[in-house]
């Protein structure tokens, strides 16, 4: 009986992650998890992360939504090579790319993540994740300190690989966003400067910013884009977010320009033609606001 109990619980909870890495490029192996807002039948398995395999270690960029994740993604892992993870990065500092930290500094790996991720979850915080996902997915997590801060661009020779890690000093999809980009493959690790198949959310980041952000992917050699969201590894997310942001800023602008309140623009404003991106639903309205309030005050350089 207890076993039967357990068994409906897993199906409708979604106890346990069962990950399967995708191998993307020569080196890096992508989880992706669902297009949709963190559930408690998801376990906040809705982020994709990233390891990469040099010839004697790993490097993860983004650790997920807990540490049950990373411990799954470890296991899963091992399968194609069990090797030490010598750095977790962290792209930024919302809580379903990072809240494996923990499972991976116990095996002894060193973090590198951003200022505002330290400032926003010192030590010992909570984070809103774990208040949605079941207790069994939450287990374990726990808020550990940075090791390492990333602060501007800079190169690392990890074992037989180059990377290189780009900072954005400026808002993007937060105060302050990472990516890490792999020159002989040419993969770029975006995070959540790129999505496919759902929108962004523009809360702690800003459209301009996510304008500049794709000016810059779009100047790099970019072969294979690993994104934080959505399953394209092609062009597809750059199409799709520079869409959604073109089509916040113009509409805001008309809006204001026009004297339309923002009530109204909320409202009113016409986004039938990204019906069919996921999120829409959860995150649009929102956006909408945010993009409002962000060209109200805007002066174009
Ligand atoms: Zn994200």
């Known amino acids: 009986m207890k076993k039967i109990v357990l068994l409906i619980f897993m199906v ?137 801060f990333i602060e501007k661009d800079f190169s690392m020779k990890v074992d037989n690989l180059t990377l290189d890690f780009i900072h954005f000093d400026y808002a993007v999809h937060t105060p302050e966003d990472v990516m890490v980009y792999l020159p002989e493959e040419k993969t770029l690790i975006a995070g959540d400067i790129l999505f496919s198949q759902r929108i962004t959310s523009i809360r702690d980041g800003s459209v301009e910013g996510g304008l500049k952000s794709l000016d810059t992917v779009e100047k790099m050699d970019v072969k294979t884009y690993a994104t934080g969201h959505g399953k394209f590894t092609d062009k597809t997310a750059i199409h799709q977010m520079r869409a959604y942001f073109l089509a916040l800023k113009t509409s805001a602008r008309k809006a204001i320009d026009e004297g339309v309140d923002i009530n109204t623009y909320v409202k009113t404003a016409d986004f039938s033609a990204f019906k069919d991106m996921a999120m829409m639903e959860v995150l649009h309205k929102s956006n909408l606001g945010f993009a409002y309030s962000e060209y109200e005050f805007f002066e174009e350089k």
């Open 12 to 148: 409708v909870f979604g106890y346990g992650y069962d990950l399967k890495p995708i191998q993307i490029s020569k080196n890096v192996y992508q989880f992706i998890g669902k297009t949709e807002a963190p559930s408690k039948s998801n376990g906040g398995n809705m982020v994709n992360t990233y390891w990469i395999k040099t010839d004697k270690s790993y490097v993860v960029v983004d650790s997920g939504p807990s540490y049950n994740y990373a411990k799954d993604a470890h296991k899963a892992m091992k399968k194609i090579a069990n090797l030490p993870i010598k750095y977790v990065v962290n792209t930024h500092m919302h809580d379903d790319h990072w809240l494996g930290n923990n499972y991976f500094k116990e095996l002894g790996a060193t973090i590198y993540a951003t200022h505002a991720q330290a400032k926003k979850f010192p030590v010992g915080s909570d984070a809103h994740m774990l208040s949605v996902i079941t207790k069994e997915d939450a287990e374990n997590t726990k808020i550990i300190a940075i090791d390492k």
